[in-house]
């Protein structure tokens, strides 16, 4: 069974920085893209960041673009989103997500139809 389990989140004050982690198990690690997404109540979930299983290329959200990194960890089978600056309207709860179909992670159509997801680990940003 494909298990993730989000881990890193908490209080950060705005311009603060915060390391998320995802840890996986069930699945051939490098054949699957594994992505971040994040929720903020009252709003759609939206893609954060993700990298793809076969070759490590990283990609992000227009909105992301320099603030966030995605990195993996081949021998531990865990993905990381490094964040800096981070803002008050980072605040949500960052869930990670697996699946073998890298197109399905371009396009919030595609969102429902990913497998596997993890519980979610809170971020709040707050002064």
């Known amino acids: 069974e494909v298990q993730l389990v989000e881990s890193g989140g908490g209080l950060v004050q705005p311009g603060g920085s915060l390391r998320l982690s995802c840890a996986t198990s069930?699945?051939?690690?490098?054949?699957?893209?594994i992505g971040w997404f994040r929720q903020a109540p009252g709003k759609e979930r939206e893609g954060v960041s993700w990298i793809r299983g076969r070759d490590g290329s990283t990609y992000y959200a227009d909105s992301m673009e320099g603030r966030f990194t995605i990195s993996r960890n081949n021998d531990k089978n865990t993905v990381y989103l490094q964040m800096n600056n981070l803002k008050p309207e980072d605040t949500a709860v960052y869930y990670c997500a697996a699946d073998d179909r890298f197109r399905y992670f371009g396009r919030s159509y595609y969102y429902p139809l990913l497998r596997n997801w993890g519980q979610g680990t809170q971020v709040t940003i707050s002064s």
């Open positions: 069930g699945f051939i690690f490098d054949s699957y893209t």
